[in-house]
C-alpha cells in the first residue's frame, strides 16, 4: 500500500468529527494553559518576578521600576513573538501535512527552513565584508535589521525552486517530498561550508540563529512576523475546504470538483508566508511543525477547520514553553528554544516513523 493511499485510509477512519462541546472544552483549556504559560514566561530569567510584580509592572502607570523594564523592555516581547512563532510553525506544518498527504512533513520538507538559513548566512557575510571592506569609515551601514528580511525571501525562493521542479508531476506529494528533502540536503551542505569557511566574526551569531533562539528580540521584530500574521489567518478560512479535499488521493479530489494543482500551490504559498516569516525572526525552530498537528488531531477529529486553530494554541504554547525552558533550566546560560523543541521532537519522531513502518507491514 502507497502512502498516499495509507492516508487517505487513515484519514476517512479518523474522520468521524467531533463534538461542538468537546471542541469548546479544548479550547478553552488551551487558552487557560497559554494564559498561564504567558504569566510564567513574564516571571521567569535571571531575574525573578513575582506574580504581583508581574501584574504591577503591566500597568502603564507604574513607575519604572526595574520589574517594569525587565518586563516591557525584555520579557513581554519575546513571550508575544514566541506565541506567534509557534503559531506560524504549527499552521504551516498542518497545511504541509495535509498537501503532500505525508504525516512526517513540516517546513524543512519544502526548503523553507534550509533556504532561510542560507540567505542569514549570505547576508551576515556580506554585511562582515560590506562594512569593513567597501564602506570602512563610511557613514553607510549594512544594518542587521535587514536579516529578517533576508530570510523571508530566501525561503520563499528556495520553494519556489521545489515546486518548479515539481510542477512536471502536478506537485504530487511524493516527488514533492523528494524534491524537498534534496534541495534542502544541497542548501544545507552550503550553510555549513560558508559557515566553516568564510564564517569569521560572525559565526556565533549564524550559530545562534540557525539553532532557533528568541534571545534579545524586542516589539520591531514582532511587528515584522504580525503582518503576515493577519494575511494569513484571513486566507486560512478559504483554504480549509480544499484542504479537507486534498488530504485524500488526487483522483478522489478532482472527482470532488477540486483543482488540484493549483490549491496545492495556494496551500503552499500560505505554508511558506507562516513559516519563512517565523524563521525571519526565531531561526528554524525544529520540529513545532512535525509534532503539533498531530496531538491537535488526537485532540480534535475530524474538521480541518477545527484543527487549524487548536494546532495554533498548541504550537504556541509549545514554543512559549520550550523558550521558558531554554532560559531557566541552566540560568543564567540560556539554550536555543530550537534545542528544546528538538529533544522534545525526536523521540516523538522515532514513534511517528514506527506508526508508519507498521501501518505498511
Not at 45 to 73: D, K, Q, R, Y
Not at 264 to 281: K, L, P, T
Request: with cysteine; proline share 5%; glycine share 6%.
Amino acid at each position: 500500500m502507497t502512502m498516499a493511499s495509507l492516508e487517505s485510509t487513515q484519514d476517512m477512519a479518523t474522520n468521524r468529527p467531533t463534538s461542538g462541546k468537546h471542541y469548546r472544552r479544548v479550547l478553552f483549556s488551551l487558552w487557560f494553559v497559554t494564559l498561564l504559560l504567558i504569566l510564567l514566561s513574564l516571571m521567569s530569567g535571571s531575574i525573578h518576578l513575582s506574580p504581583s510584580e508581574v501584574l504591577n509592572a503591566l500597568m502603564f502607570n507604574t513607575p519604572a521600576t526595574t520589574a517594569h523594564e525587565v518586563t516591557w523592555n525584555l520579557r513581554l516581547p519575546r513571550t508575544l513573538l514566541a506565541l506567534l512563532v509557534g503559531f506560524h510553525f504549527a499552521l504551516s506544518g498542518l497545511i504541509l501535512q495535509a498537501v503532500t498527504r505525508n504525516p512526517l512533513a513540516d517546513p524543512s520538507i519544502v526548503g523553507i527552513s534550509s533556504g532561510a538559513s542560507l540567505a542569514i548566512v549570505i547576508f551576515l557575510l556580506l554585511a562582515d565584508y560590506l562594512n569593513a571592506v567597501l564602506f570602512f569609515n563610511s557613514p553607510f551601514n549594512l544594518s542587521l535589521t535587514w536579516l529578517p528580511f533576508a530570510a523571508l525571501v530566501g525561503g520563499a525562493l528556495s520553494t519556489l525552486f521545489v515546486v518548479l521542479l515539481s510542477l512536471k508531476t502536478r506537485l504530487r506529494p511524493i516527488t514533492l517530498t523528494l524534491n524537498g528533502f534534496a534541495v534542502g540536503a544541497i542548501t544545507n551542505a552550503i550553510v555549513m561550508w560558508l559557515v566553516i569557511v568564510w564564517g569569521g566574526g560572525r559565526t556565533e551569531t549564524t550559530v545562534l540563529w540557525l539553532a532557533g533562539s528568541l534571545y534579545a528580540r524586542d516589539f520591531s521584530h514582532i511587528m515584522i512576523v504580525l503582518p503576515w500574521t493577519l494575511i494569513g489567518v484571513c486566507i486560512v478560512p478559504f483554504l480549509t475546504s480544499p484542504m479537507s479535499i486534498l488530504r485524500f488521493n488526487e483522483q478522489q479530489a478532482q472527482t470532488m470538483g477540486v483543482n488540484v494543482l493549483a490549491w496545492r500551490i495556494a496551500c503552499i504559498a500560505i505554508a511558506v508566508v507562516f513559516a519563512a516569516s517565523a524563521i525571519a525572526v526565531s531561526g528554524p525552530i525544529g520540529f513545532v511543525g512535525l509534532i503539533v498537528p498531530h496531538v491537535a488531531k488526537l485532540l480534535v477529529r475530524g474538521d480541518i477547520k477545527n484543527q487549524f486553530w487548536v494546532s495554533a494554541l498548541l504550537g504556541a504554547c509549545l514554543t512559549l514553553a520550550a523558550d521558558i525552558l531554554a532560559r531557566t533550566i541552566v540560568s543564567p546560560i540560556e539554550l536555543p528554544a530550537g534545542a528544546i523543541t528538538t529533544l522534545l521532537g525526536i523521540p516523538i519522531l522515532l514513534f511517528l516513523l514506527q506508526q508508519q513502518i507498521g501501518r505498511r507491514s
